[in-house]
């Protein structure tokens, strides 16, 4: 069973930074795309990041120039790097996968179990 776990939330002050990660394991697979969403306080899940198996990668608005994404390949794991830091960035972050097992060529979508930022003034 594929499982995805997040590491690296916590409580940081507005301007400052923390880097998420996100490794998935069980099995055999091929990892397409991955990414992060969040959810604040009253709010809807929305996207944050992404990046496809080539590389390429998409935005919120909000994020943008603030946020990097990055994948390790060989280690099975996506990487969010967060700069700058703001008040609304608070929310839980959760990484999101559409994964292939490597055999059954079966194709779903993962979740993880989120990780709490707090950015605080």
């Known amino acids: 069973q594929v499982k995805l776990v997040e590491s690296g939330g916590g409580l940081v002050q507005a301007g400052g930074s923390l880097r998420l990660s996100c490794t998935a394991s069980?099995?055999?697979?091929?990892?397409?795309?991955i990414g992060w969403y969040r959810q604040g306080s009253g709010n809807q899940r929305e996207m944050v990041a992404y990046?496809?198996?080539?590389?390429?990668?998409v935005y919120a608005d909000s994020v943008k120039g603030r946020f990097t994404i990055s994948r390790d390949n060989a280690k099975n794991t996506v990487y969010l790097q967060m700069n700058s830091l703001k008040l609304e960035d608070t929310a839980v972050y959760y990484c999101n996968a559409d994964i292939e097992d490597y055999y059954s060529h079966y194709d779903a979508d993962y979740w993880g179990q989120g990780t709490q930022v707090t950015v605080s003034s």
């Open positions: 069980g099995g055999t697979f091929s990892i397409n795309a």
């Open positions: 990046i496809s198996n080539s590389g390429s990668t």
